[in-house]
Every structure is written in C-alpha cells, then in structure tokens.
C-alpha cells in the first residue's frame, strides 16, 4: 500500500496529477472562452464582464480576490502538470531497456512527441498572450489601456502576426487537449477497446470545442466582423 506522500511519486500518482491538472485548465479554458465570444455583444458588454471577473464575489470577498485565488489555483495546476509530465517521460526513458532500431518513433512516442512541442509552443503563448492583453507590455501591445479589454483585444488583433500567433497556438492546443484527453481517459479505465473509436471521437469533440471558439474571435477581428 503506498502512502499519500509518496503517491505523487508513482507512475498512476503522475497520471492522476497531469489528468487532474488538465482539467482545471480545460475548465478555465472553456469559461475563457465562454467570456471572451461576449466580444460579439459589443465594447461594453465585454468590458463590464473583465470588470465583473474582478468584482467576483463582491460584497463578500473583496476587489479581486476571489480573482487571484482563482489565478493562484489556475498557475499551481500548471506548474503540477509540467512537473508530472516530464517526471513521467523522464522515468519513460529511464525504464526502456531497447531502444529503437533506426530511430524510428511508434505511436505513443510521436504522440508524445506532440505532446512535448505542444506543450512548449502552449508555455511561449500563454507568455506571450499576459504581455498582450494583461499587462500590456510595451513592444508587445504598445496600444494597451488599462481597464479596457475590448480595444486591447482590437488593438491586438489588428496585427497579422497576432493573430498568427494566435492562430498556430491554438492549433497546439487543439492537438494537447486531443492527447490529453484521449490519456485521461485511459487513466481513468475508459479503454475499453471495443469504443475505442467513440473514445476518440469524443476526445476529438472536446479538444476541438474550446480551439474553435477562441480562434473566432481574431479571425472575426482580421475580417472586420467586430471592430
Ligand atoms: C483568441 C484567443 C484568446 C483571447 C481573445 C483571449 C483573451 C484574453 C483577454 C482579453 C485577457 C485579459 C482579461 C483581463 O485582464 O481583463 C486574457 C487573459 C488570460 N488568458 Fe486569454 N485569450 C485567448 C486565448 C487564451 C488561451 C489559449 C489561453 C491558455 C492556453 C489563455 C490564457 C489566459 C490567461 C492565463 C489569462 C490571464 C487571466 C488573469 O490573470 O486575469 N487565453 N485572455
């Protein structure tokens, strides 16, 4: 029996970790994504509701508050689910006595593989995405203005390369949520190898859901749906 301690420590304590992990992340994501296709409503319908993620909670909790417990939740589940990930492919390749001959990947590693670059191109994004339309780092979003998340998303969204960015993050999201779905499952015993092919479509239309939703919103921009 192992303990509670050392549970984070064995394989299925990892996979338990990356799975719980992810999905806080995909729960963020899809209410990220809920809030931002409020864009189509108009500049203040938008901006009352970055206004209301702040006031959260308010009387009882105060201005922002509930906020940055949210952000301190959402930054752990993030730091927990790199930790597990390369903890796990580290003792992946610890533990393969062959390796393979002509250096030729099967299946499980090129998703690993995607998985890895996935993971990476996410980490620069979501950088580069703070500096853009959180904080408003010059250089990056030189026509930020605080409080006013509408124009900050126009004045990004007015770049090609922006909106490319974007664009090429969301298409790595798409392809992690799909792996990562797919392994919670297994992790969780959903391996039943006669849906597989259910699994998979299901995997796909939840890894596709969120993507798709977000990438309106700069292709709406860049075609002048919304301005
Ligand atoms: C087209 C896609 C996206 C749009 C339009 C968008 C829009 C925004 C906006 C407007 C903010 C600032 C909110 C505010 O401070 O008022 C924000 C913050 C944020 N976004 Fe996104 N986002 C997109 C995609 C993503 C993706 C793919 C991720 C993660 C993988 C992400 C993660 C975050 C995080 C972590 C914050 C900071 C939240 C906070 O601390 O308040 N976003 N996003």
Redesign the pocket.
């Known amino acids: 029996m192992v303990g509670i301690m050392a549970f984070p420590r064995t394989t299925i304590g990892k996979k338990v970790i990356m799975a719980l992990s992810g999905v806080i ?1 995909v729960g ?2 899809f209410f ?1 994504a809920y809030g ?1 296709l409020k ?1 189509f409503y108009g500049a203040a319908y938008f901006n009352a509701y ?1 206004e209301g ?1 702040r006031e959260l909670g308010h009387p009882i909790l105060g201005h922002e508050h509930a ?1 940055w417990i949210l ?1 301190v939740v ?1 930054v752990a589940a993030f730091g927990f689910h790199i930790w597990a990930g390369i903890t796990l492919k580290l003792r992946n390749w610890d533990s393969r006595s062959t390796k393979y001959v002509k250096n030729k990947y099967l299946h499980s590693d090129s998703a690993a593989l995607t998985m890895i670059w996935g993971g990476l191109v ?1 980490l620069f ?2 950088t580069f ?2 500096m853009d ?2 904080l408003g780092t010059p250089g990056v979003n030189s026509a930020f203005v605080h409080g006013d ?1 509408y124009s ?2 126009m004045a990004s969204f007015s770049s090609g390369t922006h909106v490319a960015i ?1 664009m090429v ?2 298409i790595a ?1 798409a392809f992690h949520l799909y792996h990562g779905v797919w392994s919670m499952f297994q992790t969780f015993g959903l391996n039943n190898k006669d849906w597989t092919d259910l699994y998979k479509g299901l995997a796909w239309v939840l890894a596709l859901i969120i ?1 798709i939703s ?2 309106l ?2 292709l709406s921009v860049m075609f002048g749906i919304v301005s």
Do not use: Q, S
Request: aromatic share 14%.
């Open positions: 992340w963020f994501l990220h931002n864009i970055a993620l906020l952000r959402v996410i994004f979501v995405h703070l339309l959180t998340a900050n998303v974007y993050a969301l999201l993507p977000l990438a919103i700069p």
